[in-house]
């Protein structure tokens, strides 16, 4: 399985940007998919995941602001940033998991920078 996130680009502060993280083989067997984001100089931070079921989860920061889902039919994951901040600048990186004890897939990582 390859992932090939896009969507990023500059967008200034309040704005909203949408991403998609297109997988190249089936990810209905994907127990969960998920969003990191990483700023410059800081670690790489989970956002936001969702599961199999659609059960979502997202870090506190984005919480309101940011949505996360996925089409099983198209292969493919999206992230829907809206009210987006400065502090929001950084490189988002799709993955996704079949199983716990298996290794993470991961997206090549797309630039996103909110700056007026």
């Known amino acids: 399985v390859q992932l090939q996130a896009s969507g990023g680009g500059l967008v200034q502060p309040g704005g909203s940007l949408g991403l998609s993280c297109v997988s190249s083989?089936?990810?209905?067997?994907?127990?969960?998919m998920g969003w990191y984001r990483q700023a410059l100089g800081k670690e790489r931070d989970l956002i936001a995941r969702?599961?199999?079921?659609?059960?979502?989860w997202y870090e506190d920061s984005v919480k309101g602001r940011f949505t996360i889902s996925r089409d099983n039919a198209k292969n493919t994951m999206y992230l829907q940033m809206t009210s987006l901040k400065p502090e929001d600048t950084a490189v988002y990186y799709c993955?996704?998991?079949?199983?716990?004890?298996?290794?993470?897939?991961w997206g090549q990582g797309t630039q996103v920078t909110v700056s007026s």
């Open positions: 993955y996704a998991n079949a199983r716990s004890d298996l290794p993470n897939y």
């Open positions: 083989g089936s990810i209905v067997d994907m127990a969960v």
């Open positions: 969702i599961s199999r079921a659609g059960i979502t």
